[in-house]
């Protein structure tokens, strides 16, 4: 397993930022969409702390800044399994479940 640097964090937050949007206006369920709502807000707070840091940093191995994002991996690890009946989108559940690797080796040693 290679290290995950600062960069390769913010690109996998980003597609995954992006992601969570598309859900949340795509679904009509008003659970699902607090679900999406919340894991957005999850993400973008430590996002932000991301953005504090200088280009130089981005070659640096990523560790969690913010430590309440470290419950988005579980709730994307509940999430996991019901993908396609929460995502209703193709490629939007496609998008999700593809980052989701990604997403859990970044939390790997900190979830």
């Known amino acids: ?20 949007a598309d859900a949340y206006w795509e679904t009509n369920n008003i659970d699902n969409k607090d679900l999406f709502f919340a894991m957005r807000s999850l993400l973008q707070e430590e996002l932000d702390e991301l953005h504090k840091l200088s280009m130089q940093d981005h070659i640096y191995p990523y560790e969690p800044i913010n430590p309440s994002v470290l419950q988005l991996s579980g709730k994307l690890k509940s ?15 496609n998008n999700l479940s593809n980052l989701l690797p990604s997403v859990f ?6 979830a």
């Open 105 to 110: 080796e970044l939390f790997g040693s900190h």
């Open 79 to 93: 999430l996991s399994p019901n993908i396609e009946s929460i995502v209703l989108r193709t490629q939007t559940a």
């Open 1 to 20: 397993m290679t290290t995950k640097t600062v960069a390769d964090a913010l690109h996998v937050f980003y597609e995954l930022n992006s992601t969570f």
